[in-house]
């Protein structure tokens, strides 16, 4: 079984950056695309970004209130996704939350928060 944790997120100044970092561990990992959601306080979750993992190059995908200011990558090797995050905006201030499809389920993180603020 696989597991998803995350790491990297805090307080930050509107206009800062921050990264988030999302590791996967467990047996027999074999992960279809990974990604980054969020939920605001009494918002829905919603998806922030996902990339692809089998696909060579990871075929990438955003919301479009992140384009030009977030960047999704991921390191195979060592089956970890990243979430650069910049210019960030208090309307970004919510729980992020690292996503894996491995064709059967969908694998959740247990979120960090990430609150903009100055």
């Known amino acids: 079984q696989v597991q998803l944790v995350e790491s990297g997120g805090g307080l930050v100044q509107p206009g800062g950056s921050l990264r988030l970092s999302c590791a996967a561990s467990?047996?027999?990992?074999?992960?279809?695309?990974m990604g980054w959601y969020r939920q605001a306080p009494e918002k829905g979750r919603e998806l922030v970004a996902i990339?692809?993992?089998?696909?060579?190059?990871?075929?990438?995908n955003y919301a479009d209130s992140v384009k030009g200011r977030f960047t999704i990558s991921r390191d195979i090797n060592k089956n970890m996704v990243y979430l650069q995050m910049n210019s960030l905006k208090p309307e970004d201030t919510a729980v992020y939350y690292c996503?894996?499809?491995?064709?059967?389920?969908?694998?959740w993180g247990q979120g960090t928060q990430v609150t903009i603020s100055s």
């Open positions: 996503n894996a499809w491995n064709g059967v389920q969908y694998i």
């Open positions: 467990g047996s027999d990992i074999r992960l279809i695309t």
């Open positions: 990339i692809s993992i089998l696909a060579p190059g990871g075929r990438t």
